[in-house]
C-alpha cells in the first residue's frame, strides 16, 4: 500500500504547489509584485533574510491568527526570506501586537532591550496603533509607541495577510531611505 | 439541607431578583450562602462562571440532573464571602480574581496569591467601590516548590518562543521528566469587566467580540443573546440560522488549524501546511461572504449585521464539498502514520474524574468523557431544530482530544449542509426593545461554553457585564497532565488544549 503522505506529496508533485501564485490569479492590488519588490530591498538591506521575533503585547489573539496565516503555505512569507525566529536576539524586527497591557510593558521593553542593533519595531493592528477599542482602561498602557519607539503602523483589526506583507514592504522603503 | 433537592429548590430559599432572564437569579444571604456551599459537596451542579460586582459576588449553576440553570448571588456588605473553591476545585482562580479586581476577600480559600494583579496598575482593586494606591514595587510572585534530588527550575515566558500569547510557565523537572509546572497568567489582562461598565451598547458589542479573537463570533453571540435575553428582543428567525452558519464556519477553521498546529508541535510540519491551506480557503469564504475574514462584528445584538447574498448558495456548498475532500485526506494521513500517533497517543492523559470537577468542557472535556455541549442543553436556536452530534472519547490524551476535534469537523460540515438548506427568508435583525434588565446566555465557542451576563439600563447603556471564558476550568488541568510527561511533550499537551490567554486574562 503506498503510504498516504506519498500520496500526498505526489499530489503537489502534479498540481503544483498551494502559494497563492497558482491558486488564485494575481490580486488587483498586486501582493504578488509586492511580495518581489519586498524580496530585493530586503537581499540590499540585509543579504536576502529579515529575522522577525513576533511579540503579543495584550492582543486578543486575531492579529496573531492572521501572522499564522502569511507563514501558511498561501502566503508563504518565508519564500522572501522574511522568517519568524523564536529569540528576539536573532531578531532584526519585532512585530508586536495589541494594546500594551500594562502587565506586558515591563516584558515589551525587556525584549525590546534583547534586539540587537539595527533593529525595528512594527505595531501591528489598530490596537497596537492607540488601544483601539481598550483604550482608556486602567490595565492598559495604550499604543505600542507608549512603550518602545515604533517604525511603522500597520492597519487593520485584524490586518489581512495582504496588509502585513503589504506593511512589511513599507518598512523597508523607510530602511533603505536612512 | 442535604438529599435530593434540585437547584431551583435550593436557591428559591433566597430572594428573586426582578428582571434577569431567561433564567433567574436569587439574593443569597450569609447563611444560604454558606448552605449552598454545603450542599454543592453533595449536588450535580456544575459551575458555569463566577465573578463579581463591587459589594456582591455572583456564580451562574447548572443543574445536571434537571438541565435547570440559574444564577447564585451574595451581597457582601463586609467585603469577604465563603469560598466555593473546597467543592469547585475550578473557582479557586476565578475567586483570586475576584479578590484582584473587586476586593472581595475569598475566606477559605487556600492559595490567596494574587492572580491577574500583577502589582503593576495604577491602583489596588480597580473595580472595588474605593480602589487602593498601587504598591511601591510590582509583586514578586512566590512559585510553588518542589524539592529532591537533580530538580531544576524552567522558566518560560512571558514572551515564549513562536507566535502566541503571552505566559509563564515554570517547570520543576528531573532530567526530562517534569515534576511540576505551574502557570502564571494575567499578562493580557485589558480590563474588559471595566470597559464594559457604563458603555453603549454598540461599543460594548464590539469589545465583547475582541475577548478572544480566535472565538470571536461565539463571544459577540453571547453577548447578544444576553443582551436579547434582558431586553426581551424576539429575533427573527433568518438571523438565528446565520449566527449557526458564522459559528460553525467558525469552529471548522479553528479546529482544523488546531489539528494542524498539534502535529507541527510533533514536527510533523506537513499536516500544519496542509491544514492552514484549508483554514484559508474558508477564511477567504468569509471575506466574500460577509466581509472579515474572522466574522468580527458580523453577530449584533439583535441579529446579524450582514446578510447572505445569492452568490453563497454556489460559493459556500463547493468551498465546503472541497474542504471536506481534502480535510478526509488529512486525516487518513494522521490516522496512517504510526511516528505521529506514537507522540500522541498516551501522552498528556487527563482523567475523566478530574475533567469533571473542574466542570472542563469543549475538546478537553470531551475527550475526557465529559459530552456537555451548551447547543444541546441548555440549547438555543436554531440548533433545536438541527441534529448536533456531540462526540464523546474517554482516553483523556492528546490523540483523544485530536479525535474530538476530527468528529467535530464533521459534524460541522454536516450542520453546514443542514443550515444552508433549511436558511428561511426574511429580516435579518430586529429593533432592541429599550427596557432595563438583566440577561445571561451559553454560547458554545470550538474551545467550549462561554457564558455571558449583563445588566442594562433603559436607554442602551451597559451598567455591567462578564464574560467568562472556557479556559477558566482548562488551564489548571493542563497543569495536572503534564505531570510525569518530558518536557519536550508540553508543546503538545499545550497545544492540545490551547486554552485562550487573552479569554482567561479578560
Redesign the interface.
Known amino acids: 500500500m503506498i503510504?498516504?503522505?506519498s500520496?500526498?506529496l505526489f499530489r503537489h508533485l502534479v498540481k503544483g504547489p498551494?502559494t497563492d501564485r497558482t491558486v488564485t490569479p494575481p490580486d488587483p492590488d498586486g501582493s504578488e509584485e509586492l511580495a518581489r519588490a519586498l524580496g530585493e530591498a530586503v537581499r540590499t538591506r540585509l543579504g536576502r533574510s529579515l529575522a522577525i521575533r513576533?511579540?503579543?503585547?495584550?492582543?486578543?489573539?486575531?492579529?496573531?491568527?492572521?501572522?499564522?496565516?502569511v507563514?501558511?503555505?498561501?502566503y508563504d512569507l518565508e519564500r522572501f526570506g522574511i522568517r519568524?525566529v523564536?529569540s528576539?536576539r536573532h531578531a532584526d524586527v519585532l512585530l508586536v501586537t495589541?494594546?500594551v497591557?500594562?502587565?506586558?510593558?515591563?516584558?515589551?521593553k525587556r525584549?525590546f532591550i534583547a534586539t540587537p542593533e539595527p533593529r525595528w519595531v512594527v505595531a501591528l493592528g489598530d490596537c497596537a496603533r492607540d488601544g483601539?477599542?481598550?483604550a482608556?482602561?486602567?490595565?492598559?498602557a495604550g499604543g505600542v509607541n507608549q512603550v518602545v519607539p515604533v517604525d511603522l503602523h500597520i492597519p487593520g483589526?485584524?490586518p489581512?495577510p495582504k496588509q502585513i506583507l503589504a506593511g512589511l514592504l513599507a518598512l523597508l522603503d523607510s530602511v533603505s531611505k536612512r | 439541607m442535604m438529599g435530593n433537592v434540585t437547584l431551583l429548590e435550593f436557591l428559591s430559599s433566597g430572594v428573586p431578583v426582578e428582571g434577569h432572564r431567561p433564567w433567574p437569579r436569587f439574593h443569597l444571604d450569609n447563611r444560604a450562602w454558606r448552605a449552598l456551599v454545603e450542599q454543592l459537596s453533595a449536588a450535580e451542579w456544575t459551575l458555569m462562571a463566577e465573578w463579581a460586582e463591587p459589594g456582591e459576588v455572583h456564580a451562574a449553576f447548572r443543574d445536571e440532573d434537571t438541565g435547570d440553570i440559574a444564577v447564585a448571588s451574595h451581597p457582601c456588605p463586609e467585603r469577604h464571602f465563603l469560598s466555593l473553591a473546597g467543592v469547585r476545585p475550578g473557582a479557586a482562580r476565578l475567586e483570586r480574581a475576584i479578590f484582584d479586581l473587586w476586593g472581595l476577600v475569598p475566606v477559605g480559600l487556600e492559595d490567596q496569591r494574587p492572580w491577574l494583579d500583577h502589582g503593576r496598575w495604577p491602583s489596588i482593586h480597580p473595580l472595588a467601590a474605593e480602589p487602593k494606591p498601587p504598591p511601591e514595587e510590582p509583586y514578586t510572585y512566590p512559585f510553588l516548590t518542589a524539592e529532591g534530588d537533580g530538580l531544576h527550575q524552567i522558566p518560560v515566558g512571558p514572551v515564549h518562543a513562536g507566535v502566541i500569547e503571552p505566559g509563564h510557565f515554570r517547570f520543576h523537572a528531573q532530567g526530562e521528566l517534569v515534576v511540576r509546572l505551574e502557570e502564571r497568567l494575567g499578562y493580557v489582562h485589558k480590563g474588559i469587566a471595566g470597559l464594559l461598565r457604563g458603555a453603549p451598547l454598540e461599543r460594548a458589542a464590539r469589545i465583547a467580540g475582541r475577548v478572544s479573537g480566535d472565538s470571536t463570533v461565539a463571544y459577540a453571540l453571547a453577548f447578544a443573546r444576553a443582551v436579547e435575553g434582558a431586553t426581551g428582543c424576539e429575533v427573527p428567525p433568518r438571523a438565528h440560522w446565520l449566527r449557526a452558519l458564522l459559528a460553525e464556519l467558525e469552529r471548522i477553521a479553528n479546529h482544523v488549524f488546531d489539528i494542524g498546529a498539534i502535529c507541527n508541535d510533533a514536527a510533523f510540519a506537513i499536516m500544519l501546511a496542509h491544514m492552514g491551506v484549508l483554514r484559508e480557503r474558508i477564511l477567504r469564504a468569509n471575506q466574500t461572504l460577509f466581509g472579515h475574514r474572522l466574522l468580527m462584528d458580523c453577530v449584533v445584538p439583535g441579529g446579524v449585521a450582514v446578510d447572505l447574498g445569492a452568490d453563497a448558495m454556489v460559493v459556500l456548498p463547493a468551498m465546503l464539498r472541497g474542504l471536506r475532500k481534502d480535510f478526509n485526506r488529512a486525516v487518513s494521513l494522521y490516522n496512517e502514520t504510526p511516528s505521529l500517533l506514537d507522540r500522541t497517543t498516551g501522552t498528556g492523559i487527563l482523567t475523566g474524574s478530574l475533567a469533571h470537577r473542574f466542570g472542563a468542557g469543549g475538546f478537553v472535556g470531551r475527550a475526557s468523557g465529559l459530552a456537555h455541549d451548551s447547543r444541546r442543553a441548555p440549547g438555543y436556536p436554531p440548533y433545536d431544530d438541527l441534529d448536533v452530534a456531540v462526540p464523546d472519547f474517554h482516553d483523556g490524551d492528546v490523540h483523544a482530544r485530536i479525535e474530538v476535534r476530527i468528529a467535530e469537523v464533521r459534524a460541522s460540515l454536516l450542520l453546514l449542509g443542514q443550515i444552508l438548506a433549511d436558511l428561511p427568508a426574511g429580516e435579518i435583525a430586529a429593533p432592541l426593545p429599550k427596557v432595563a434588565g438583566e440577561g445571561l446566555a451559553m454560547v458554545e465557542s470550538f474551545r467550549g461554553e462561554v457564558v455571558a451576563w449583563v445588566r442594562l439600563d433603559g436607554d442602551g447603556t451597559v451598567l455591567g457585564g462578564h464574560l467568562h471564558d472556557p479556559s477558566w476550568f482548562q488551564w489548571p488541568l493542563l497543569e495536572a497532565v503534564i505531570e510525569g510527561n518530558i518536557v519536550a511533550d508540553f508543546p503538545l499537551c499545550n497545544k492540545s488544549f490551547n486554552c485562550s490567554y487573552s479569554g482567561h486574562d479578560l
Open positions: 503510504p498516504p503522505v500520496r500526498l498551494h513576533e511579540v503579543d503585547a495584550g492582543s486578543c489573539n486575531g492579529c496573531e491568527l492572521e501572522i499564522h496565516a507563514n501558511a503555505p498561501v519568524f523564536a528576539p495589541g494594546p497591557s500594562v502587565n506586558m510593558a515591563e516584558a515589551l525584549t483601539g477599542c481598550f482608556g482602561s486602567y490595565a492598559v483589526c485584524p489581512s
